[in-house]
């Protein structure tokens, strides 16, 4: 079992900095992805960033130019260094990760932090 701990999350004015964290942990043998989702209310969750074993980013185009992610492996942890914050990103921001465990390295499995609350407003 893998747990995911967010951290980072508030209220900021609009033209702001929040910088969010998320470290796995748990019985791990490998991880392939970690990345970060919002869920504003009334919409369905959508993608933000994510980091890919080997450096690969992908952004949602809402966060590119604006958003930065990444990623220390040492510590199984990613970071997403948010600026440039709108009202429109006020939302719950959730961390993802697939990983494997060391009793089958070969499956990977989602985990879902329970979400950090993102406010953008004035």
């Known amino acids: 079992q893998v747990q995911l701990a967010e951290s980072g999350?508030?209220?900021v004015q609009p033209g702001g900095s929040l910088r969010l964290s998320c470290a796995a942990s748990g019985s791990i043998a490998s991880i392939r992805t970690m990345g970060w989702y919002r869920q504003a209310p009334g919409k369905q969750r959508e993608l933000v960033a994510t980091t890919?074993?080997?450096g690969r980013t992908n952004y949602a185009?809402?966060?590119?130019?604006r958003f930065t992610i990444s990623r220390d492996n040492a510590k199984n942890t990613v970071y997403l260094q948010m600026s440039s914050l709108k009202p429109e990103d006020t939302a719950v921001y959730y961390c993802q990760t697939t990983a494997s465990s060391p009793r089958n390295v070969l499956v990977f499995y989602e985990?879902?932090?329970q979400g950090t609350q993102?406010?953008?407003s004035s």
Not at 61 to 65: L, P, Q
Request: hydrophobic share 35%.
């Open 118 to 120: 993102v406010t953008v």
């Open 52 to 54: 890919i074993s080997g």
């Open 111 to 113: 985990y879902w932090g």
């Open 61 to 65: 185009d809402t966060a590119k130019g």
């Open 9 to 11: 999350g508030g209220l």
